[in-house]
């Protein structure tokens, strides 16, 4: 588990969960941040649109940093569930993006209020994502993929 804060700081918690016939697990991939595709690296964003690639058998700093200029801060990130390459994020203040090969390839701006919920549609490149004050959702497809 990596919680993280308004400050910046993250810790890195390995979780053990103790099943009922007695065996040790380790569920600590269970978790939004996680890439998919490669158990030891994760993705952070933040609310400078900041993009933090990191491996966690070196977590001391991020393998890779780069500004994502969405303007209005990361707040949700969904890796899509069978393509390596393709990102969701939901950038509170400017809507939601696609991200392909760490580049912005979809822009979705119909949210009239912060958009902090995004996921993939499960078997499709089609997008379902969230605002906050207006509680709207909406479902739309991940162009030029």
Excluded at 51 to 64: C, G, H, K, N, T
Aim: net charge negative; with cysteine.
């Amino acid at each position: 588990m990596i919680p993280s804060s308004k400050d910046g700081t993250q810790g890195l918690h390995r979780v053990i969960c103790l099943r009922p016939e007695g065996k040790h697990y380790n569920d600590s991939n269970q978790q939004n941040l996680t890439h998919s595709f490669h158990n030891n690296q994760i993705i952070t964003g933040s609310y400078d649109d900041t993009l933090s690639y990191w491996d966690v058998r070196m977590i001391q700093a991020p393998v890779q940093q780069e500004v994502l200029p969405v303007g209005g801060g990361v707040w949700r990130l969904a890796f899509h569930p069978s393509r390596a390459d393709l990102l969701a994020v939901a950038a509170m203040y400017a809507g939601a993006f696609v991200i392909k090969d760490r580049q912005i390839i979809t822009h979705f701006a119909s949210h009239e209020s912060m958009v902090y919920g995004i996921d993939w549609i499960w078997g499709t490149d089609q997008v379902i994502s969230c605002s906050f004050y207006d509680q709207i959702c909406h479902h739309w497809a991940a162009c030029e993929i």
